[in-house]
T-cell receptor, first 115, second 114 residues
Framework: SQQGEEDPQALSIQEGENATMNCSYK?????LQWYRQNSGRGLVHLIL?????REKHSGRLRVTLDTSKKSSSLLITASRAADTASYFC???????????????FGKGTLLTVNP | ETGVTQSPTHLIKTRGQQVTLRCSSQ?????VSWYQQALGQGPQFIFQ???????GRGNFPPRFSGLQFPNYSSELNVNALELDDSALYLC?????????????FGSGTRLTVV
């Protein structure tokens, strides 16, 4: 079953604009991660935010996490045509004993950045 | 440092056949997970292997099975292939008990069942 749900499903913007994608999830998490996928190939890890963090930055990426609302957002600033890809949020559930277990993904947001 | 390598990249099989997909973990990682991604969907967790044993399993039938080898590489086996098994199969490696680091994914194997 899908834990996270990204919103919007598709987003089209012009180069230089900012892109914001949202993710909602259902259960308690250890951390939330964002991944990028180009043309149905492998996933590339972008950024991870822990459940006790509220905001994190990495280059042009900014992620926020609101555990009370079970939601996260990914902001890509000054977008480029090369940012065109599908973006997925994934939640990491930790089982007893501390072992990381699995990622539960949403359906993704397809971002198109027009030159 | 090498990333995650999957083979083959593409595969076409007939319904009812069996298939084996392979994955080499990133150097230093001791856990391997497999995911199935249908077209237009997010990846779905199949199972995870740690220390050569299954460490967790998603909602997939027993005809999906796996192995992890002492060098942490892994295989995904699917028996009695069905048309709905057509998907991108992704392997991801990670370090157990380090859940605050991201996973490293391979480029995937595109399986088509006809």
């Amino acid at each position: 079953s899908q834990q996270g749900e990204e919103d919007p499903q598709a987003l089209s913007i012009q180069e230089g604009e900012n892109a914001t994608m949202n993710c909602s999830y259902k259960t308690s998490i250890n951390n939330l991660q964002w991944y990028r996928q180009n043309s149905g190939r492998g996933l590339v890890h972008l950024i991870l935010i822990r459940s006790n963090e509220r905001e994190k930055h990495s280059g042009r990426l900014r992620v926020t996490l609101d555990t009370s609302k079970k939601s996260s957002s990914l902001l890509i600033t000054a977008s480029r045509a090369a940012d065109t890809a599908s973006y997925f949020c994934a939640t990491d559930a930790v089982r007893g004993g501390g072992s990381n277990y699995k990622l539960t993904f949403g359906k993704g947001t397809l971002l198109t950045v027009n030159p | 440092e090498t990333g995650v390598t999957q083979s083959p990249t593409h595969l076409i099989k007939t319904r009812g056949q069996q298939v084996t997909l392979r994955c080499s973990s990133q150097s230093g990682h001791n856990t391997v997970s497999w995911y199935q991604q249908a077209l237009g969907q997010g990846p779905q967790f199949i199972f995870q292997y740690y220390r050569e044993e299954e460490n967790g399993r998603g909602n997939f039938p027993p005809r999906f099975s796996g192995l992890q080898f002492p060098n942490y590489s892994s295989e995904l086996n699917v028996n009695a292939l069905e048309l709905d098994d057509s998907a991108l199969y992704l392997c991801a490696s990670s370090l157990a008990y380090s859940s605050n680091y991201g996973y490293t994914f391979g480029s995937g194997t595109r399986l088509t069942v006809v």
